[in-house]
Nanobody
């Protein structure tokens, strides 16, 4: 079993920055491709960014390209999402997902990000 714990959310003004963290307990994250998803009120959950298990490959939603950066530190069993130039439309609950074809997929509990003046 893989338990994911997100942290780093909060209230920030437009144009500000936040860094989200996704850490594991009880197992190692380095075997899993990992992604960040978000869900705004009344909307479906959408993919934001993903990173391969090695960290060599990343991909981003068009809406966050150039503003968000996903990275991982496998020694710390942690994946990060650096969010810069935040906009009100980035407001959502952000979820971490880890997935492996043989080990299955896991979700964290989510962390709220609110961008408002």
């Amino acid at each position: 079993q893989l338990q994911l714990v997100e942290s780093g959310g909060g209230l920030v003004q437009p144009g500000g920055s936040l860094r989200l963290s996704c850490a594991t307990s009880g197992s190692t994250l380095e075997d899993y491709a990992t992604g960040w998803f978000r869900q705004a009120p009344g909307k479906e959950r959408e993919a934001v960014a993903c990173i391969s298990s090695s960290g060599r490959s990343t991909n981003y939603a068009d809406s966050v390209k150039g503003r968000f950066t996903i990275s991982r530190d496998n020694a710390k069993n942690t994946v990060y999402l650096q969010m810069n130039s935040l906009k009100p439309e980035d407001t959502a609950v952000y979820y971490c997902n880890a997935n492996d074809p043989f080990r299955g997929g896991y979700w964290g509990q989510g962390t709220q990000v609110t961008v408002s003046s």
